[in-house]
């Protein structure tokens, strides 16, 4: 008699579930909270996009970059195929290393050991701003406000 071993999850598809998960319910604060909720959702959004870009650089052993188009107010990744655009009302400044920019968009690149380019990104809406951080040393996303 024969005993079939039970197949695990790989770590590409548990981080897929995880990355769903995250932007589901920050649709849901989007849709149900109030300007200050809206806010925070936009931000938790943006800090999963950024922390999904590094999990791919990592996983697809490729350096894969976040780009910020301000006189667009978007964001996007080719590599990671999403591409989104931030509501007028919300003021979008970046600080990248000066490699990264061109005046007009700037990019925070991650790279297959988990480190980065670095930068921050003030997300402002009716005098209240967020911020969100991407240590260069190590690709850690943070935000406070």
Known sequence: MRVKADRGFTLLELLVVVVILALA??????????????????????VTD???????????????ALTVDLSRNVYYSRAAKFD???????????????????????????????????????????GRSLEITTAWLNGYVSMRE
């Open 50 to 64: 950024l922390r999904y870009v590094r999990s791919r650089a990592m996983v697809g052993n490729v350096d894969t």
């Open 84 to 126: 989104r655009p931030l509501p007028e009302s919300v003021a979008l400044e970046l600080t990248v290393d000066r490699r990264d920019t061109d005046g007009k968009r700037g990019r925070i690149v991650f790279y297959p050991d988990g480190s980065s380019s670095g930068g921050k990104m003030r997300l402002t809406r009716n």
């Open 25 to 46: 319910s920050t649709l849901v604060g989007i849709n149900f909270g109030g300007d200050r909720a809206s806010l925070d959702a936009l931000a938790r959004t943006l």
